[in-house]
């Protein structure tokens, strides 16, 4: 028998609550940034809930702070998150077939790295409240660790936060590195795009590169590396 919408929902919040914990951790320094770009808690609270995005934000801040122009604001939000547009389209290729535009429109609203990484690896087809629940549960960490960071300001030892944020890189690993032990091409795939990562931060031809673009056309490189390489055969939902 397979599993009810709320069962999915219910699995989803509990993968979900430590993404939530790391979030809240990185947020505060996030709304330390937001408190120098001259944000209040209340407006950096609402950027969190409607973006939700680590770097995007950071960016964002960065530029407010510099009194940059709304057009170049966009522009620099469209790099930074392009890479969620390819996420999102992983997704869509592992839910139903039948599952409401909707549905995809609300899933596609939060996908992050880690959301995006514990979803990609549920088992066969992705039901989206599955997601929903991760959401449900890192959305909220990620805006109230803003509102507090703002509300603090920095009186949070630089250290302190510095360490709170290690946490989360910590957090994305344990998602990968369990596939990675099960299956070589994966694990093979993880350490090509360590070492690509570190070669295009130490080329200065690459280095010029924003990291949005980097992990966009590493992403792509490998992805269609792996899929002409090693194909993975399409599972017979009929059966």
Known sequence: MAPSRKQWYRKGLKDGTPIGLGYFAVALAMGIAARNAGLTAVQATVTSL???ASA???VGFTL????AGLLEIALMESVANARYLLMSCALSQKLPPDTPLWQ???L????TDEIF???ISVEGKLDPFYTYGAMTASIPGWALGTFLGVVLGNALPVSL?????VGLYGMFMAVFIPAARKNRVVLGLVALSFLLSWLFSAIPAFAAISSGFQIILLTVVLSLGAAILFPVKEEDDAA
Do not use: K, P, T, W
């Open 161 to 165: 936060v510095s360490a709170l944020g």
């Open 117 to 119: 990484g514990v979803s």
């Open 50 to 52: 409607l973006i939700n």
């Open 56 to 58: 995007g934000q950071y």
């Open 64 to 67: 407010m702070a510099a009194r």
């Open 108 to 111: 596609g609203f939060d996908v």
């Open 104 to 106: 995809r429109m609300i």
